[in-house]
């Protein structure tokens, strides 16, 4: 089955400064990969996600780039707010998630003030 | 609209009790998922169903049952709980089809002693 990789596990940075969390995927034929936001306590929420005919896509100050040779995906934010202070989860899917998600284990981000 | 929510929000079981978690979703979703949080391994899927009337298994199925009776409703059943299935249960839903996205519900947090 798919398995994802993500990196770092724990990422600090100081307030508007960028931010780039990493993830890999094994299986070729994934074609949809969502980045959910978890604050404590919360359930996960989708920030933005990226299909595999697409090589980037940008939301305001977040963007997800997508190397479909290198099986691997990136989440980057860009001048960082107190507010983006959470645990980051990248995920992969054949079939565009409709035989569920394969979750990398999340990557807690810290904006230092 | 109420979105994805999970009823009990907590409960505490003895090993070998049962229980049903129950997720119901008021958005007319097709596909429906059963997901648990552990510290440090992300979301792993439980069960999922692509209709009602219809589940398979997903990543991690062993001790579970699930039952889509109703296709605003998604039930997952523990027929011996174990401190293994400590954990927090996700629920997620979707439209399906060429709509990606899974919305999650609030969460049920379980202990078992």
């Known amino acids: 089955g798919e398995n994802v990789e993500q990196h770092p596990s724990t990422l600090s940075v100081q307030e508007g400064d960028s931010a780039v969390i990493k993830c890999t995927y094994s299986?070729?034929?994934?074609?949809?990969f969502p980045w959910y936001k978890q604050e404590l306590g919360k359930r996960p929420q989708l920030i933005i996600d990226?299909?595999?005919?697409?090589g980037e896509k940008k939301d305001q100050r977040i963007a997800v780039t997508l190397n479909k040779t290198a099986k691997h995906f990136s989440l980057h934010i860009t001048e960082t707010q107190p507010e983006d202070s959470a645990v980051y989860f990248c995920a992969a899917s054949i079939a565009g998630g409709a035989d569920g998600l394969t979750f990398g284990k999340g990557t807690h981000l810290i904006i230092q003030p | 609209n109420a979105g994805v929510t999970q009823t009990p929000k907590f409960r505490v079981l003895k090993t070998g009790q049962s229980m049903t978690l129950l997720c119901a979703q008021d958005m007319n979703h097709e596909y429906m998922y059963w997901y648990r949080q552990d510290p440090g391994m992300g979301l792993r899927l439980i069960h999922y169903?692509?209709?009602?009337?219809?589940?398979a298994k997903g990543e991690v199925p062993d001790g579970y049952n699930v039952s889509r009776l109703k296709k605003q409703n998604f039930l997952l059943g523990l027929e011996s709980a174990a401190p293994s299935q400590t954990s927090v249960y996700f629920c997620?839903?979707?439209?399906?089809?060429?709509?990606?996205?899974?919305?999650f519900g609030p969460g049920t947090r379980l202990t078992v002693t």
């Open positions: 997620a839903s979707s439209y399906g089809s060429a709509t990606y996205e899974q919305y």
């Open positions: 169903s692509v209709g009602e009337g219809t589940t």
């Open positions: 990226i299909r595999s005919n697409v």
């Open positions: 299986d070729s034929a994934s074609n949809y």
